[in-house]
C-alpha cells in the first residue's frame, strides 16, 4: 500500500518561509516522479512543483518559480518544497503526489497524500 505522508504545514507571515516534507512507502521511491499540488478554498487544486525519479528535472508552475525549490532525498524516501517569499495567496493545502512519470505540465499523479494545512498571514 503506498503512502505519502505531508508534514511541516502551518501558519507562516507573508514574506517568510516553510519547508514541507513527504515521506513515502510502499513504492520504489527512487523510481518515481515526486511532487506537490495545492488547493484554495473554493478553488480546484492545481499543480505547484514536481520532480522527475533522478532529481534531474524540476517542474515549477509560474507561481513557483524563484520562490519555491522541490528537492528529493532518495536514501530517505523524502520529497521537500521548500517555500520562500511566501504570500497570502499561498494559502491552500499541499498534497503530495507521485507518478512514475511526469507529463509536462505535470497534471495528475497516480498516488496522493492526504495534504497539510498552510496559511499565509497578511
Known amino acids: 500500500q503506498v503512502q505519502l505522508i505531508e508534514s511541516g504545514g502551518g501558519l507562516v507571515q507573508a514574506g517568510g518561509s516553510l519547508r514541507l516534507s513527504c515521506a513515502a512507502s510502499?513504492?520504489?521511491?527512487?523510481?518515481?516522479?515526486l511532487g506537490w499540488f495545492r488547493q484554495a478554498p473554493g478553488k480546484e487544486r492545481e499543480f505547484v512543483a514536481a520532480i522527475n525519479w533522478s532529481g534531474g528535472r524540476t517542474y515549477y508552475a509560474d507561481s513557483a518559480k524563484g520562490r519555491f525549490t522541490i528537492s528529493r532525498d532518495n536514501a530517505r524516501k523524502t520529497v521537500y518544497l521548500q517555500m520562500n517569499s511566501v504570500k497570502p495567496e499561498d494559502t491552500a493545502v499541499y498534497t503530495c503526489?507521485?507518478?512514475?512519470?511526469?507529463?509536462?505540465?505535470?497534471?495528475?499523479?497516480?498516488?496522493w497524500g492526504r495534504g497539510t494545512q498552510v496559511t499565509v498571514s497578511s
Open positions: 503526489a507521485a507518478r512514475w512519470r511526469w507529463s509536462d505540465p505535470p497534471s495528475d499523479a497516480e498516488y
Open positions: 510502499g513504492l520504489t521511491f527512487s523510481t518515481y516522479g
